[in-house]
């Protein structure tokens, strides 16, 4: 039923209940996993946190530490992994990489680590709302 199983992370506490589910779902069907981490560029995002080129780049070794670890996780059950380390809005990069890597269905948190959601706009809502495959919000 699933081949290709995406999750997406940034990494926190929330999104660990979320792995745990990817990772359950994809060693009972076999699927390759895929894991997300997406950098976000937003110019208001980038604003409020302040982050210069350098504090990107520390996001995205962080996000490279989580995939990586998610990945490992994935192989010790026996299964291939994948990970990804994406910059951009992070709806539209998660929706972009559904497409291209031929996804079945995408594992995601609630909610995310920021409270910023509430002003720019909830990642799990656009995915929700935007993807053409299933996808499963874990609640933490």
């Known amino acids: 039923m ?11 506490q929330k999104a660990a209940a979320a792995i ?15 894991v997300i981490y997406v950098v976000e560029t937003k110019a208001s995002y ?3 946190i302040g ?4 504090g990107l780049e520390e996001y995205r070794q962080y996000g490279e530490g989580i995939v990586g670890e998610v990945v490992d996780r994935a192989e010790e059950r026996g299964l291939d992994g994948v990970g990804v ?3 951009g809005k992070v709806g ?3 929706l972009d990489y559904v497409e291209t890597a031929e996804i079945d269905t ?9 409270t910023l959601e ?5 990642n799990v809502e656009k995915v929700v709302q935007l993807c053409p495959q299933p996808v499963t919000v874990v609640r933490s």
Do not use: N, P
Request: proline residues 0%.
């Open 46 to 48: 980038i604003l409020s």
């Open 118 to 122: 509430k002003y720019l706009g909830s």
């Open 106 to 114: 995408v594992i995601m948190a609630e909610r995310g680590r920021g």
């Open 92 to 94: 539209r990069q998660i």
């Open 85 to 87: 380390v994406k910059s």
């Open 51 to 54: 982050a210069s080129e350098e």
């Open 2 to 12: 699933f081949d290709r199983i995406l999750i997406a992370t940034d990494g926190s």
């Open 20 to 34: 745990d589910h990817g990772l359950d779902l994809a060693e009972t069907f076999g699927a390759e996993v895929h």
